[in-house]
């Protein structure tokens, strides 16, 4: 189960995919502040410290104006926030009764100090979700991170004060707490505190920036210690799974592609992480024209909070995932060559910058072998599958979004070369596909035939120039002998016919294999591909290369490959050729002759 969230913040699946430009404005109201941590990342001045030089802080209506701007490009939730203490502003209830008046929600960022009882009453009325602030249960600690003698007893009274309130309760209350030196060893007490009273932890790394110096930094590894460790607690005591891989323990950080942020002069950012870095001002340019500039999209991927934070570059979790993929437990023949190696590499990156599953493009026999006893997908199906998201899950360990694969069987293919009727790769491809739904989305089942249909004007033209091309010519070729010798293999039903006429079914058939492929390459009937790693290329083979006219118009242009073994124990790479048998908790693949014997055994 997936861990709480703050409410107002907490989006669904279908606003993720349905954003196409900002869920949360945060929006800065004042600049000074009554405490002085030591972190604080905007520098925010103490009360009355304040120098403002020339500048013009945005008035009442201006931010008003920024928020409408904000609702029309889809914001669900603003939150008001620094860069000092919001409650120090004095129209701050105008503020979030305009809020709610859009139909928006709010998330108030305080330290809690001036909380009153009367002002958390008209909070609680107008449903507004709060973040207050706890770094340690030790008031020395906490009072020297935060500036402020006596502090953490104030703290430890407003957060009761919120949850006897029903704060927690409603999930509109988080307490938050960075992690540093000082505090770093109770982190788990009050993580669990927070658990056990329905807070939501916002635990969170040092922004090295404004007062945070380089040495509150902890190091990487000690911080994926803690993280992990927060993560089995979670699993253990409470239930909720979670990748340690965003700097806010527990947090969904797709959140952070669609966070916009305005200071108080008007400047706007991507995130907190980034409040050096303005891609403009508001004054002077439109909140869209500004969240779509190229600076603000690029500060975006780079963001900490967009990528797996524990990762130093998308390259280095890109070899990592590369390593997984070409793991011998699940890699059928040799590595790739080096070549490929970086087109695989290229296209993993691409997708972590994005943040996206990683796309797997699986080719896939197009009918269970007629010699089989059966039409349907069955054991063996479900055991190869089962294989495939055995890898999905070791990456998806050290990426959370881990992999999307295309299963495509060939049932257009096989109804044409090896003449299977349709009522068979239809059964077949009914069943794969039945099983391939039991796995939560992992596996699209994208039978072949639906490609050759939606490009069919185009499949057509190139298949009768293929055949024409290649009928003339590929008897002469040297290595058609063997790769008729390996189409023998899937001459379906030649145990039943004499050896001639096997072997000139086998030709037919290689020839036509040959056809069929050439054709699906220069059709581009895998266009809508692109973006994957497929199973097997025939473009660079030589062999079929020698066929494909312009091979650089073909799509997708360049191409990687990676096989992967599909098989419980990697004992077979076509599932379809052999059916399953439970051994214990093992799956045993009987191909034909294999089952003849166990039926042979049987009978005798
Ligand atoms: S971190 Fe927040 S509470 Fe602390 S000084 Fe900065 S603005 Fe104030």
């Known amino acids: 189960m997936k861990p709480p969230f703050l409410k107002a913040i907490d989006f669904s699946e279908e606003d993720f995919s349905n954003s196409n430009f900002l869920l949360e404005l945060r929006i800065h109201v004042v600049e000074e502040c009554n405490l002085k941590c030591v972190y604080c990342l905007s520098n925010a001045p103490f009360v009355g410290d304040k120098n403002e030089g020339n500048k013009t802080k945005l008035s009442l209506d201006e931010i008003k104006n920024n928020i409408k701007q904000a609702r029309d490009l889809g914001i669900k939730v603003v939150s008001i926030t620094g860069s000092g203490e919001p409650l120090l502003y004095k129209n701050l209830k105008e503020l979030i009764e305009f809020i709610k008046s859009l139909n928006l929600r709010v998330v108030l960022f305080t330290n809690g100090l001036l909380l009153s009882k009367e002002l958390v009453r008209w909070?609680?009325?107008?449903?507004?979700?709060?973040?207050?602030?706890?770094?340690?249960?030790?008031?020395?600690?906490?009072?020297?991170?935060?500036?402020?003698?006596?502090?953490?007893?104030?703290?430890?009274?407003?957060?009761?004060?919120?949850?006897?309130?029903?704060?927690?309760?409603?999930?509109?209350?988080?307490?938050?707490?960075?992690?540093?030196?000082?505090?770093?060893?109770?982190?788990?007490?009050?993580?669990?505190?927070?658990?056990?009273?329905?807070?939501?932890?916002?635990?969170?790394?040092?922004?090295?920036?404004?007062?945070?110096?380089?040495?509150?930094?902890l190091p990487k590894e000690k911080i994926e210690i803690l993280y992990k460790k927060l993560s089995e607690i979670d699993k253990k005591q409470f239930g909720y799974e979670w990748i340690p891989d965003s700097p806010i323990v527990g947090a969904d950080r797709r959140r952070y592609k669609f966070v916009a942020q305005i200071d108080i002069f008007g400047n706007v950012y991507h995130t907190d992480a980034n409040i050096t870095d303005e891609v403009g001002n508001i004054r002077n340019k439109s909140l869209h024209d500004l969240i779509t500039s190229e600076k603000f999209i690029k500060l975006r991927s780079k963001d900490k909070h967009s990528r797996n934070f524990l990762e130093k570059e998308n390259s280095e979790l890109a070899e990592k995932i590369y390593k997984i993929l070409t793991?011998?437990?699940?890699?059928?023949?040799?590595?790739?060559?080096?070549?490929?190696?970086?087109?695989?590499?290229?296209?993993?990156?691409?997708?972590?910058?994005?943040?996206?599953?990683?796309?797997?493009?699986?080719?896939?026999?197009?009918?269970?072998?007629?010699?089989?006893?059966?039409?349907?997908?069955?054991?063996?199906?479900?055991?190869?599958?089962?294989?495939?998201?055995?890898?999905?899950?070791?990456?998806?360990?050290?990426?959370?979004?881990?992999?999307?694969?295309?299963?495509?069987?060939?049932?257009?293919?096989?109804?044409?070369?090896?003449?299977?009727?349709?009522?068979?790769?239809?059964?077949?491809?009914?069943?794969?596909?039945?099983?391939?739904?039991?796995?939560?989305?992992?596996?699209?089942?994208?039978p072949l035939s639906m490609l050759y249909e939606k490009y069919s004007v185009d499949f057509q033209k190139h298949l009768s120039e293929a055949r024409k091309n290649i009928e003339k010519d590929i008897y002469n070729q040297p290595e058609f002998e063997k790769l008729a010798l390996n189409a023998r293999k899937n001459v379906f039903g030649s145990d039943l016919e004499s050896e001639e006429k096997i072997l000139e079914k086998s030709k037919e058939a290689a020839k036509d294999y040959i056809i069929y492929r050439v054709a699906e390459e220069e059709a581009k009937i895998f266009r809508d591909f692109d973006d994957c790693i497929r199973s097997f290329f025939i473009k660079y083979i030589p062999f079929y290369k020698r066929y494909i006219k312009n091979i650089d118009e073909t799509e997708p242009r360049l191409d990687c490959s990676l096989v992967f073994y599909t098989g419980r124990k990697g004992n077979i790479t076509q599932p379809w050729q052999a059916i399953g048998k439970?051994?214990?908790?093992?799956?045993?693949?009987?191909?034909?002759?294999?089952?003849?014997?166990?039926?042979?055994?049987?009978?005798?």
């Open 123 to 217: 909070l609680n009325e107008k449903d507004v979700n709060l973040m207050v602030k706890l770094n340690s249960f030790n008031p020395e600690i906490n009072d020297k991170l935060v500036g402020l003698k006596g502090a953490q007893k104030v703290f430890i009274e407003k957060t009761k004060m919120l949850v006897d309130v029903g704060f927690a309760k409603d999930k509109r209350m988080a307490l938050n707490c960075i992690i540093c030196e000082e505090n770093y060893q109770e982190i788990p007490e009050l993580f669990i505190f927070c658990r056990e009273n329905g807070i939501i932890p916002w635990i969170e790394i040092v922004t090295i920036t404004g007062r945070a110096k380089e040495e509150m930094k």
């Open 582 to 604: 439970r051994k214990e908790d093992e799956v045993l693949f009987l191909s034909q002759n294999r089952l003849k014997l166990e039926m042979n055994r049987v009978k005798d």
């Open 327 to 446: 793991n011998k437990k699940f890699r059928a023949g040799a590595l790739p060559p080096e070549d490929i190696k970086k087109l695989v590499l290229e296209k993993i990156e691409r997708k972590i910058s994005k943040n996206l599953p990683i796309k797997l493009f699986q080719f896939w026999g197009g009918c269970k072998n007629p010699n089989l006893p059966t039409d349907n997908a069955e054991l063996c199906e479900e055991a190869t599958l089962e294989n495939l998201q055995r890898i999905s899950n070791e990456v998806a360990k050290i990426y959370s979004p881990g992999l999307k694969i295309f299963v495509s069987p060939g049932d257009g293919r096989v109804q044409n070369v090896n003449k299977i009727p349709k009522e068979k790769t239809g059964k077949y491809v009914q069943t794969l596909t039945e099983i391939a739904e039991k796995y939560n989305g992992l596996f699209s089942v994208i």
